[in-house]
């Protein structure tokens, strides 16, 4: 997950929209959710004095619901300054808490104790993070660095990247049987990579995002595992409410030119929050040829690409 503080090199993602070649074009909205709050200047340590009231009031409402607090994410007030950047308020944070004290509670924890176990050394270890993710032993031979790793930008934003075509999903759903597993899967990776950019936008001073880039070669226009499909969208769908402020931009790579026109034919009928998010481009990614190396030879390139599409720059 990631090789060290300074640079992070996540060996898990969560895949926001691989699936627009194979999937109907309108899940692409389930996957992308709000674009309101990305880019915000000011730092952490003023936002947190600007919404104390508000941050009080959540944190309130946690402790009277889930106890104890003393932990990640409850500990750190990122986790509630989102709620505030996302215009979020207390019925969506119990909605959330419902999520975490129930359905996801084992998720939860698991990401909670391999961040802890990760953490508790000089640099990141990443075997507890790897090795203690749901149906690991079946995953991990499917989803490897080669096709699924995040690193950081220049702005410090977590960069979760994806090779859909890459991975082998009938193999990978055969050995997994179910998509409620995978779907499990997911989510950790989700809560994983929360609970990074919560702790890095405290040390930082400033709030961090999850950018996601979909290098789309490769994806097949027909045929895959639909259950492996099933499972993206259900992840997708369900992560967006529980993760306000968190999600940077899309970058979707490398479509055949054909699915590239028609994506771009229905893009301006998606509502605006949608669109300020979704980049379209041929051309990054393409010389790489191990997702690796983008923590090594290809990172210069790699980085020029994301400051031009995610900062304007």
């Known amino acids: 997950y990631l090789a060290a503080k ?6 898990f993602s969560h895949p926001v929209a691989p699936t627009m070649m194979i999937f109907p074009i309108a899940l692409l ?5 709000s674009a309101n709050a990305f880019g915000v200047k000011e730092p952490v340590s003023a936002l947190l004095q600007k ?3 508000d941050i009080s009031r959540l944190k309130e409402e946690t402790q009277a619901i889930v106890g104890n607090i003393d932990s990640v994410p409850y500990n750190n ?3 509630y300054l989102r709620y505030c950047l996302d215009e979020k308020g207390v019925d969506e944070l119990k909605e959330n808490l419902k999520w975490r004290e129930g359905p996801g509670k084992e998720i939860c924890q698991a990401a909670r104790t391999a961040f802890e176990q990760a953490t508790s050394g000089d640099k990141w ?8 993710a749901p149906y690991a032993a ?3 031979k499917y989803i490897t660095p080669s096709t699924s790793l995040t690193t950081t930008s220049s702005n410090d934003d977590l960069v979760a990247c994806i090779r859909a075509g890459l991975i082998d999903d009938q193999g990978l759903m055969g050995s997994l049987g179910s998509v409620d597993n995978l779907v499990d899967f997911f989510m950790y990776c989700k809560e994983v ?12 001073d400033k709030v961090l995002y999850v950018i996601t880039v979909n290098d789309l070669a490769g994806v097949k226009l027909i045929g895959g595992d639909s259950t492996f499909r099933d499972a993206l969208s259900a992840a997708s769908k369900q992560a967006v409410p529980l993760y306000p402020a ?6 979707l790579l490398n479509l055949p030119r054909l699915v590239s026109a028609l994506v771009k034919l229905f893009t301006p009928l998606f509502p605006p929050e949608v669109q300020a998010k979704l980049k379209f481009e041929r051309g990054p990614l393409q010389s790489t040829t191990d997702l690796i190396d983008l923590n090594g030879k290809d990172r210069p390139e790699f980085l020029e690409d994301l400051d031009r599409l995610c900062y304007g720059k």
């Open 125 to 132: 270890d990443n075997d507890p993070v790897r090795n203690g």
């Open 29 to 33: 909205i389930l996957s992308v959710g």
């Open 138 to 140: 079946s995953i991990n």
């Open 6 to 11: 300074d640079r992070l090199s996540f060996l």
């Open 193 to 204: 990579n929360a609970l990074v950019a919560n702790d890095r936008s405290l040390e930082l």
């Open 77 to 79: 007030d990122v986790f």
């Open 246 to 251: 968190l999600a940077g931009p899309t970058l």
């Open 51 to 53: 919404h104390v009231s």
